[in-house]
């Protein structure tokens, strides 16, 4: 039929279509009469399998989802097909993730040989200048390389070595007692040589160490089941640290320069320190110069954290493992261990503050390297073990890593996590300084009753640690100043003993009188190097409460535990550093200079400045090596003159010698 067919419609049917409608229309009114008293009911029907389809679709499960998802992809793909960029992209794409190992290691390998170049390239042009980058980068290497040897070949090297191990197993019951007994004999004897070389304060020194030793086992929790092998190799690789740092060459050499490179490296926080606060930000000095360097410290702790070498050197060195997750599950003597540690050093975050404050880096370093294996000896020789341990150290060494997605948000969550940090330094700062004024004045008010207004916390703290610091091989003349160091490190903080020691070491290279009106303003170097190894811990009263609720936090089931050892933890931490005090006395003695005779004979006899650093140092040497068996029996230590141990006596006024009792003669 044609469209014109299909417009044209004739009179008779659009008649017939309206009677139809018509009718239509009545039968659809009779109906709505019958069907309305059931559309309630059809009404509650359908609703019902609307519920029922609902339910029905939140049962449907998600592989559906995907499938469809799977499907519309392929129906876009088959609509819009990839084009010639698109199919290139996909290539490179599928190329990169089967060469994916391939390309980092050209990469890596890229990046290599251009920093080999650039250390060859500075090596040429001036290779003292490049020579901490040599070595440096050879240390690197080599790490590096043992790492892969020991990952490809550690048990192929353990078959090789067994016969060897086998073998001393055998005979090891007869060859430890050689060994042992070979290593006291080089002792001794070594101890001889020195002390001829050096004078007889080294022998106070390892007199002390031993009287430490002895101590720690009578008052021990277990006397009889001390297992004394990990006690001395850990006084023994305690030793042999400070041996290579402190009296061999390369040793000390290394460790100075880190110590200048460490201290160069801090400096750089001046520039963040001045920006925020000004030029004239070094007029509060504590606030706005020192406190800083432990912001700085923090990021870059992070940033090194977050690219694995923190983990790495940590290996290197089989330290701080990551504890946590085995508190619930340790021993006694081990929890014990752990505290003790924790208390016998430092935390690297306030190792910047110190050597901001002019105590020495060397020594500082040194300090913190050393009492790391004698905690753990006083530790194991203070509570020994008694049970089966659990933790082995295979399972134990898992590494703590970063949350942190790139470098600079690492950088920003550790300036972020050094607030609390810095908030409580300087609270407690302000606290302590604070309460140890007010304990002062209240000493004076107190001893002014008695006529004696001198009494102090500082003079009540040199009489009470006064023979510790003895025992270290401090100058008996220093020594009272010395205990004052320890008394506010272990009642106060580290931070007090430390701000009051630069004071000393400040006043000591201004080189002024060492004595004004009686009382003795500065030390000498050697008794300013023991105080610094036995201030370098957290053990102190105030830490006591930390310690207790940081591990609490960690496992609380064991709080009865470790509040139980918390004391002695404290106690064994002080003793680690006190040790460590010792090891550093024995080992950094200086020697006698020979031209000690041609300063005190020009200065006695000549109008010089008598109160100078080099004088006071060879009188002090004078008067540590006088022999005194009563008045005119007096005999100068050095081939000294009587005249000039007189007049050494009368400028440092020493409490040991009387000086009346020597004769007036040359």
Same mark, same amino acid.
């Given at each position: 039929?044609?469209?014109?067919? /299909?417009?044209?419609?004739?009179?008779?049917?659009? #008649?017939?279509?309206?009677?139809?409608?018509?009718?239509?229309?009545?039968?659809?009114?009779?109906?709505?009469?019958?069907?309305?008293?059931?559309?309630?009911? =059809?009404?509650?029907?359908?609703?019902?399998?609307?519920?029922?389809?609902?339910?029905?679709?939140?049962?449907?499960?998600?592989?559906?989802? &995907?499938?469809?998802?799977?499907?519309?992809?392929?129906?876009?793909?088959? !609509?819009?097909?990839?084009?010639?960029?698109?199919?290139?992209?996909?290539?490179?794409?599928?190329?990169?993730?089967?060469?994916?190992?391939?390309?980092?290691?050209?990469?890596?390998?890229?990046?290599?040989?251009?920093?080999?170049?650039?250390? %060859?390239?500075?090596?040429?042009?001036?290779?003292?200048?490049?020579?901490?980058?040599?070595?440096?980068?050879?240390?690197?290497?080599?790490?590096?390389?043992?790492?892969?040897?020991?990952?490809?070949?550690?048990?192929?090297?353990?078959?090789?070595?067994?016969?060897?191990?086998?073998?001393?197993?055998?005979?090891?019951?007869?060859?430890?007692?050689? @060994?042992?007994? *070979?290593?006291?004999?080089?002792? %001794?004897?070594?101890?001889?040589?020195?002390?001829?070389?050096?004078?007889?304060?080294?022998?106070?020194?390892?007199?002390?160490?031993?009287?430490?030793?002895?101590? +720690?086992?009578?008052?021990?929790?277990?006397?009889?089941?001390?297992?004394?092998?990990?006690?001395?190799?850990?006084?023994?690789?305690?030793?042999?640290?400070?041996?290579?740092?402190?009296?061999?060459?390369?040793?000390?050499?290394?460790?100075?320069?880190?110590?200048?490179?460490?201290?160069?490296?801090?400096?750089?926080?001046?520039?963040g320190a001045s920006f925020v606060?000004?030029?004239?930000?070094?007029?509060?000095?504590?606030?706005?110069?020192?406190?800083?360097?432990?912001?700085?410290?923090?990021?870059?702790?992070?940033?090194?954290?977050?690219?694995? +070498?923190?983990?790495?050197?940590?290996?290197?060195?089989?330290?701080?493992?990551?504890?946590?997750?085995?508190?619930?599950?340790?021993?006694?003597?081990?929890?014990?261990?752990?505290?003790?540690?924790?208390?016998?050093?430092?935390?690297?975050?306030?190792?910047?503050?110190?050597?901001?404050?002019?105590?020495?880096?060397?020594?500082?370093?040194?300090?913190?390297? !050393?009492?790391?294996?004698?905690?753990?000896?006083?530790?194991?020789?203070?509570?020994?073990?008694?049970?089966?341990?659990?933790?082995?150290?295979?399972?134990?060494?898992?590494?703590?890593?970063? #949350?942190?997605?790139?470098?600079?948000?690492?950088?920003?969550?550790?300036? *972020?996590?050094?607030?609390? +940090?810095? $908030?409580?330094?300087?609270?407690?700062?302000?606290?302590?300084?604070?309460?140890?004024?007010?304990?002062?004045?209240?000493? *004076?008010?107190?001893? =002014?009753?008695?006529?004696?207004?001198?009494?102090?916390?500082?003079?009540?703290?040199?009489? @009470?640690?006064?023979?510790? &610091?003895? !025992?270290?091989?401090?100058?008996?003349?220093?020594?009272?100043?010395?205990?004052?160091?320890?008394?506010?490190?272990?009642?106060?903080?580290?931070?007090?003993?430390?701000?009051?020691? *630069?004071?000393?070491i400040n006043l000591r290279k201004?080189?002024?009188?060492?004595?004004?009106?009686?009382?003795?303003?500065?030390?000498?170097?050697?008794?300013?190097?023991?105080?610094?190894?036995?201030?370098?811990?957290? $053990?102190?009263?105030?830490?006591?409460? %930390?310690?207790?609720?940081?591990?609490?936090?960690?496992?609380?089931?064991?709080?009865?535990?470790?509040? &139980?050892?918390?004391?002695?933890?404290?106690?064994?931490?002080?003793? $680690?550093?006190?040790?460590?005090?010792?090891?550093?006395?024995?080992?950094?003695?200086?020697?006698? #200079?020979?031209?000690?005779?041609?300063?005190?004979?020009n200065v006695f006899n000549s109008?010089?400045?008598?109160?100078?650093?080099?004088?006071?140092?060879?009188?002090?040497? /004078? +008067?540590?090596?006088?022999?005194?068996?009563?008045?005119?029996?007096? @005999?100068?230590?050095?081939?000294?003159?009587?005249?000039?141990?007189?007049?050494?006596?009368?400028? /440092?006024?020493?409490?040991?010698?009387?000086?009346?009792? @020597?004769?007036?003669?040359?």
């Amino acid at each position: 039929m044609s469209s014109m067919e /299909l417009r044209t419609v004739t009179a008779s049917e659009a #008649d017939s279509y309206q009677n139809t409608a018509f009718q239509n229309e009545e039968d659809i009114n009779e109906n709505q009469n019958t069907s309305g008293n059931n559309s309630i009911r =059809n009404r509650v029907v359908q609703n019902s399998k609307h519920v029922n389809a609902k339910q029905g679709e939140e049962q449907v499960p998600i592989e559906q989802d &995907s499938l469809r998802n799977e499907e519309d992809e392929e129906d876009d793909q088959v !609509m819009h097909p990839n084009g010639c960029l698109a199919r290139k992209y996909d290539a490179v794409c599928d190329f990169r993730r089967k060469h994916r190992t391939t390309i980092r290691y050209i990469i890596w390998g890229i990046l290599l040989a251009g920093y080999l170049a650039m250390v %060859i390239a500075a090596c040429v042009l001036n290779f003292h200048r490049a020579l901490p980058l040599f070595v440096i980068t050879v240390v690197a290497i080599f790490f590096v390389i043992w790492d892969h040897f020991m990952a490809k070949y550690e048990h192929q090297i353990d078959e090789f070595l067994s016969p060897g191990r086998r073998l001393l197993d055998s005979h090891w019951f007869w060859l430890k007692w050689v @060994i042992w007994s *070979s290593l006291i004999l080089g002792v %001794i004897f070594w101890l001889i040589f020195d002390t001829a070389k050096l004078g007889q304060q080294q022998l106070v020194s390892f007199g002390g160490l031993n009287i430490y030793i002895i101590l +720690l086992f009578l008052f021990s929790k277990y006397p009889t089941k001390v297992y004394w092998r990990p006690v001395f190799w850990g006084i023994g690789l305690q030793f042999l640290l400070g041996l290579l740092i402190l009296r061999t060459k390369p040793g000390y050499i290394a460790f100075d320069w880190l110590g200048k490179q460490v201290q160069t490296f801090l400096e750089f926080t001046n520039a963040g320190a001045s920006f925020v606060f000004g030029e004239k930000y070094t007029d509060h000095f504590f606030a706005f110069k020192i406190l800083p360097i432990v912001i700085f410290f923090s990021t870059v702790m992070s940033m090194l954290y977050y690219l694995g +070498l923190m983990q790495w050197i940590v290996r290197k060195s089989e330290s701080p493992l990551l504890v946590r997750p085995y508190l619930p599950y340790i021993t006694k003597s081990e929890l014990h261990a752990i505290m003790t540690a924790g208390y016998a050093t430092i935390a690297g975050s306030v190792l910047g503050a110190y050597i901001s404050f002019g105590v020495s880096p060397t020594h500082l370093l040194t300090a913190s390297v !050393m009492s790391a294996p004698a905690s753990l000896a006083v530790a194991k020789l203070f509570w020994p073990e008694t049970e089966t341990p659990k933790i082995t150290l295979k399972n134990a060494m898992k590494m703590e890593t970063g #949350d942190s997605r790139n470098l600079l948000e690492a950088a920003t969550q550790g300036a *972020s996590a050094s607030i609390s +940090l810095v $908030a409580n330094i300087a609270v407690n700062l302000i606290a302590f300084i604070a309460l140890l004024s007010f304990m002062n004045s209240a000493l *004076s008010w107190f001893g =002014n009753m008695l006529d004696y207004p001198q009494l102090s916390f500082e003079l009540i703290c040199s009489y @009470i640690f006064m023979p510790f &610091s003895f !025992m270290m091989g401090v100058d008996w003349q220093d020594s009272f100043m010395v205990a004052k160091l320890l008394g506010y490190k272990t009642f106060f903080n580290e931070f007090v003993a430390y701000e009051h020691l *630069s004071k000393l070491i400040n006043l000591r290279k201004e080189a002024g009188p060492k004595f004004v009106n009686g009382v003795q303003q500065y030390m000498s170097i050697r008794s300013e190097t023991i105080a610094t190894y036995a201030l370098c811990g957290f $053990a102190n009263i105030s830490s006591l409460g %930390i310690a207790i609720g940081a591990l609490t936090s960690m496992a609380p089931s064991r709080k009865d535990d470790i509040i &139980s050892g918390a004391m002695r933890a404290l106690i064994s931490g002080t003793t $680690a550093c006190f040790m460590t005090a010792c090891v550093a006395g024995i080992l950094s003695g200086t020697p006698v #200079d020979v031209s000690c005779h041609h300063i005190l004979e020009n200065v006695f006899n000549s109008s010089l400045p008598r109160n100078t650093t080099n004088v006071v140092s060879c009188c002090q040497t /004078l +008067l540590s090596s006088t022999v005194v068996n009563g008045p005119g029996k007096v @005999i100068p230590g050095g081939n000294h003159s009587l005249y000039s141990l007189k007049n050494c006596c009368q400028l /440092l006024n020493p409490s040991s010698l009387n000086c009346s009792w @020597i004769p007036d003669a040359f």
